[in-house]
């Protein structure tokens, strides 16, 4: 990602080790933050020399984007195969958003690398989150053309999509239960069931197909004096 990135090494114990180097700034930069970590904890954490450091990447701003960029595939590769199997799009949102928040829960500096981004590296923060829209909006397109979902805009439906997924982690999966309370480095929880079923409930309203019937009582008749009471 970084200009100066280094070129990926050509030998499996060449992999292994950057690997682990970038799996080391995984940890460090998620507890300590972005300011406090040091090429020399990483390098602790992962077990190699200063010099092994400077094989792979030139800085801890390069290590840093690439630990972006990793979280980014590897997040996009679980939701990707969590939804694998789905026949509709809300089977695919249900299965994707369990894979996101599973996924989440194992790695929370997701959302603290992630966020930490928007100062350190404005350019892989909208990197990470473009990606992620895309292949959304790509799913949505082919939803919408054979009428499983409603006539919604594709791009502006994934990225409230997306911000549900984001917000809805943040306070279950990286919270808890004490909201109020400063997550440690480790401390994940579960998004609960019922959580995930109004999540789930709100999105499958969101993106119906208008298959309805105008009659119906839930939907509101267009001579209503109501002014808006009742639009959800």
């Known amino acids: 990602m970084s200009e100066t990135a280094r070129k990926p090494p050509s030998t499996k114990r060449g992999t292994a080790t950057r690997k682990a180097i970038i799996d080391a700034a995984e940890h460090v930069f998620a507890e300590h933050g972005y300011a406090d970590a040091s090429i020399t904890r990483i390098t602790e954490k992962a077990g190699v020399a200063q010099g092994t450091f400077y094989l792979y990447f030139d800085s801890k701003l390069t290590v840093f984007e690439e ?23 809300l089977e695919g949102e249900r299965a994707g958003f369990r894979a996101f928040f599973a996924f989440t829960a194992e790695h929370p500096a997701l959302y603290r690398v992630v966020r930490e981004a928007e100062f350190v590296s404005p350019r892989a923060l909208k990197l990470h989150y473009t990606r992620i829209v895309e292949g959304y909006i790509a799913n949505l397109e082919r939803a919408r053309a ?7 805009d594709p791009e502006v439906v994934a990225w409230v999509l997306m911000g549900i997924g984001e917000m809805v982690g943040m306070r279950w999966v990286l919270w808890g239960d004490e909201p109020g309370a400063a997550p440690g480095p480790g401390s994940t929880a579960t998004v609960p069931d019922h959580v995930f079923e109004q999540v789930m409930a709100f999105i499958e309203r ?17 001579d209503s004096s109501d002014t808006g009471a009742d639009q959800r």
């Open 67 to 89: 630990l972006v960029e990793d979280l980014n595939r590897r997040v996009r590769h679980a939701m990707t195969e969590g939804s694998a199997g789905a026949t509709t799009r």
């Open 206 to 222: 969101a993106l119906a197909a208008a298959h309805s019937d105008p009659s119906s009582p839930s939907t509101p008749s267009s």
């Open 146 to 152: 054979v009428g499983d979902v409603g006539d919604i």
